[in-house]
């Protein structure tokens, strides 16, 4: 069970060995906060806005950062962070693109959404686990989050 006060890591990712990276580079810095994996952009949403199967989660249990690929079946990775910056209840959410996108278009749209970071996939195992220590270092550390809106 996922405690309130713990800083929950949402992780918006499809591809099974990514996932898999991600998290292990996560436990290899010595993060050890609760990951929620959700495999699709409609997932993503039916989590935050605590609908669809996610209905039954505590509504109280808000991630302290959003890791969001970008393509990603059923609803891709812009139209969440659309979706996400329009309600006033994850407006400030931090959302961070980490992606194997190299499209600036990906990139310029990202930000013009309000994305917060956006970092590419390293292809190296090594790159990869540090860019994932450094990004959990920063919004799981030393980042703080404004209280959270009401719906």
Sequence with gaps: MVDVNQRVILLVEDNPDDELLTLRALRR???????IVVRDGAEALDYLFVQGRHAERDPDIRPQVVLLDLHLPRLDGLEVLRRLRA????RTLPVVVLTSSNEERDLVESYQLGVNSFVHKPVDVTAFFEAVRQL???WLVLNELPPPRSS
Excluded: A
């Design 29 to 35: 810095s010595n993060f050890h906060n609760p990951v």
């Design 87 to 90: 309600h006033e209840r994850t």
């Design 136 to 138: 959990g270092m920063y």
